[in-house]
């Protein structure tokens, strides 16, 4: 496992759009938070430009990517948005440029694809967190809090969820793992290449937005057929916001599908917990050490190592 460095105060930050560009309002908007916070930003190439919805053609967005990583001066790494287009740059990417210049990459949604192809290549942990988006209606800070615990170099981090968001216990249980996972979607889509997400052994956390009911199942099942539950220590299912049913009702919400389709399974799962497109987003490092304990009825996940090097 190779540890970014972690982030400060003053650190840089790099701004890249590897998916679809963001408009420029929004993009300046949200990143002068982080400026008020005391970083350093920085915009990669790819901000700038348009292809289509995508912040560039594929070779322009791997290029934009190779040089923050390149650059010495940047400290990390966060993508403007996500959308789709990943998987085009993904076969362009130099993964050894990735491996001989650790440090933190971060985003979600389209980005899941960046995430576990640079971790499962390059041994490099990367995290599944806030973009620039994330803060496009008004500052939310639990999610920076959180992202600032994690990426500043704490261990043992309990993952409290907020207030209004309480997880649900669908299967009770304690396992600890290697945390892997993303956006269902992207990691279904991958199934059967050489991309697909190793979780033998893992906890895996799913997410996902604006699907109907019946794709929601396929999807489980399809990872289903395809064994990616048959190892797995403990499975987490995020905020699943905007989920939607045709005129002939389907019948069962998201957690009676899991149930259906996962309950037969020997591990604790859990629900609505906060990560992926809803208000609150937890930082989640991809590959590093994980708890999920489901004791005196609270759907707790701890971060157990520290993520980057302090």
């Known amino acids: 496992m190779i540890k970014p460095k972690a982030l400060h105060k003053n650190s840089t930050i790099g701004i890249i759009s590897p998916s679809f560009w963001l ?12 400026s ?23 070779q ?6 190779h ?39 971060i985003g ?34 639990y999610n920076y809090g959180l992202m600032q615990r994690v990426l500043f170099g704490e261990k043992f981090i309990k993952l409290f969820s907020p207030n209004d968001l309480e997880p649900r216990i669908l299967k009770e249980g304690k396992a600890i793992g290697p945390l892997w996972g993303g956006n269902m979607c ?20 799913l997410e996902d937005i604006d699907e109907y009911l019946y794709s929601f199942e396929r999807m489980l099942v399809q990872m289903r057929n395809a064994r990616m ?22 019948g069962r919400n998201t957690d009676q599908i899991i149930l259906d389709i996962c309950g037969d399974l020997n591990i604790p799962i859990i629900s609505n917990f ?20 489901t004791a005196n009825k609270e759907a707790m996940v701890t971060i157990i190592d520290n993520a980057v090097e302090i």
């Open 36 to 58: 008020e916070l005391g970083y350093k930003i920085v915009f990669g190439k790819s901000n700038k430009l348009k292809w289509g919805p995508f912040a560039g053609t594929p």
């Open 108 to 141: 979600y949604s389209d980005i899941t694809a960046f995430l576990t192809s640079i971790t499962q290549k390059t041994n490099l942990v990367t995290f599944h967190g806030p973009m620039l988006t994330t803060y496009k209606e008004s500052w939310i800070e």
């Open 186 to 205: 992207l990691l279904t889509n991958r199934l059967g290449s050489v991309e697909e997400l190793n979780t033998n052994g893992s906890i895996l956390f």
């Open 274 to 293: 906060p990560c992926g497109h809803g208000k609150f987003q937890s930082t989640l490092p991809i590959s590093v050490t994980t708890e999920i304990d």
């Open 67 to 105: 040089t923050m990583f390149e650059d010495s001066k940047i400290d990390a790494i966060m993508c403007a948005r996500g959308g789709y287009g990943a998987n085009r740059v993904l076969p362009l990417l130099d993964y050894k440029i990735i491996a001989e210049n650790p440090k933190i990459f």
């Open 229 to 250: 539950f048959d190892n797995i220590k403990g499975l987490i299912f995020g905020e699943l916001k905007d989920m939607k049913d045709q005129e002939i009702k389907f």
């Open 60 to 65: 322009e967005r791997a290029d934009d990517i």
């Open 23 to 34: 408009d420029e309002e929004t993009l300046l908007s949200t990143s002068k938070y982080f």
